[in-house]
């Protein structure tokens, strides 16, 4: 059985740094692409990053130079260094995996229970 585990998430103040951690189980890790999605309230989950097997990372737009996606194959750990948060990143973020590749909710099959992230400015 697949588990994914998000911690790290909390109150920051606009302008400070967060990491995120995604602790997984149950697969083959280092085959796997992993994900970071967030869901705003009352907005649809979307897409932050991914990082393939082979390590290639993506992002959206509006967290490039910002956020940083990273693995750790042999600790079946992801992360998500967020730094110079700002208010529009607060979000329940949650990991995720795939075996194929995307940037939409449905190309991914595993699902963390997620981790909030609020900002004050």
């Known amino acids: 059985q697949v588990h994914l585990v998000e911690s790290g998430g909390g109150l920051v103040q606009a302008g400070e740094s967060l990491r995120l951690s995604c602790a997984a189980s149950?697969?083959?890790?280092?085959?796997?692409?992993m994900a970071w999605f967030r869901q705003a309230p009352g907005k649809e989950r979307a897409f932050v990053a991914r990082?393939?097997?082979?390590?290639?990372?993506y992002y959206v737009d509006s967290v490039k130079g910002r956020f940083t996606i990273s693995r750790d194959n042999a600790q079946n750990m992801v992360y998500l260094q967020m730094n110079r948060v700002k208010p529009e990143d607060a979000a329940v973020y949650y990991c995720?995996?795939?075996?194929?590749?995307?940037?939409?909710?449905?190309?991914?099959?595993?699902w963390g229970q997620g981790t909030q992230v609020s900002v004050s400015s």
């Open positions: 149950g697969l083959a890790f280092s085959g796997y692409t």
């Open positions: 995720a995996a795939s075996g194929n590749n995307g940037y939409f909710p449905e190309n991914y099959k595993y």
């Open positions: 990082i393939t097997y082979s390590r290639n990372t």
